[in-house]
T-cell receptor, first 115, second 113 residues
Framework: AQSVAQPEDQVNVAEGNPLTVKCTYS??????LFWYVQYPNRGLQFLLK??????LVKGSYGFEAEFNKSQTSFHLKKPSALVSDSALYFC?????????????FGGGTRVLVKP | DGGITQSPKYLFRKEGQNVTLSCEQN?????MYWYRQDPGQGLRLIYY???????QKGDIAEGYSVSREKKESFPLTVTSAQKNPTAFYLC????????????FGPGTRLTVL
């Protein structure tokens, strides 16, 4: 069975500093990996995805993520955080070998960017 | 304006009553999903449907029911058998061409009094 782990419940960072949100995954085959962001009382918004190709994926709002197959990780990064980046971030994985588009989500990491 | 709509945004019900949450999409997506989100927790899959007139149980289907009579619609009924129904409910859809990317609605917050 596929699974995703986000080891940090919360990440605190000062505005202007680099932001990293960690994610590790487990699948039986090759993974499709996704990052989503959720603002209070809203649905999830797609940030970026890794399907194949370059290990560094660029997404929306200046975010990027690095796929590392040997470490089974897909950490989300932003070089300079903004106060408006404060939100709940979810990592998700789809097993390419599985039928359908079912995703498994991590437990989420709350990001707090302080001015 | 394409997207997924959920209604209502907020819903209050008395304990023991069934309630139906609406989810509609005009993205022409084949698959639709229902998730439950509790405070401080991630998303848990309730039901999903990959095609009209077919659906499968997710990880926490007990106390819930769904139907998929039209491609655009995937309503969720929270029955009186659901022991703790107060939660934030999210609907999503995806196209098989998008290789797994799901698009989410704005959510319905259900509170059982």
């Amino acid at each position: 069975a596929q699974s995703v782990a986000q080891p940090e419940d919360q990440v605190n960072v000062a505005e202007g500093n680099p932001l990293t949100v960690k994610c590790t995954y487990s699948v039986s085959g090759n993974p499709y990996l996704f990052w989503y962001v959720q603002y209070p009382n809203r649905g999830l918004q797609f940030l970026l995805k890794y399907i194949t190709g370059d290990n560094l994926v660029k997404g929306s709002y200046g975010f990027e993520a690095e796929f590392n197959k040997s470490q089974t990780s897909f950490h989300l990064k932003k070089p300079s955080a903004l106060v408006s980046d404060s939100a709940l971030y979810f990592c998700a994985v789809r097993d390419m070998g599985a039928a359908g588009n079912k995703l498994t989500f991590g437990g989420g990491t709350r990001v707090l960017v302080k001015p | 304006d394409g997207g997924i709509t959920q209604s209502p945004k907020y819903l209050f019900r008395k304990e023991g009553q069934n309630v139906t949450l609406s989810c509609e999409q005009n993205l022409n997506h084949d698959a639709m999903y229902w998730y439950r989100q509790d405070p401080g927790q991630g998303l848990r899959l309730i039901y999903y449907s990959q095609i009209v007139n077919d659906f499968q149980k997710g990880d926490i289907a007990e106390g819930y029911s769904v139907s998929r009579e039209k491609k655009e619609s995937f309503p969720l009924t929270v029955t009186s058998a659901q022991k703790n129904p107060t939660a934030f409910y999210l609907c999503a859809s995806s196209s098989f061409r998008d290789r797994g990317e799901q698009f989410f609605g704005p959510g319905t917050r259900l509170t059982v009094l």
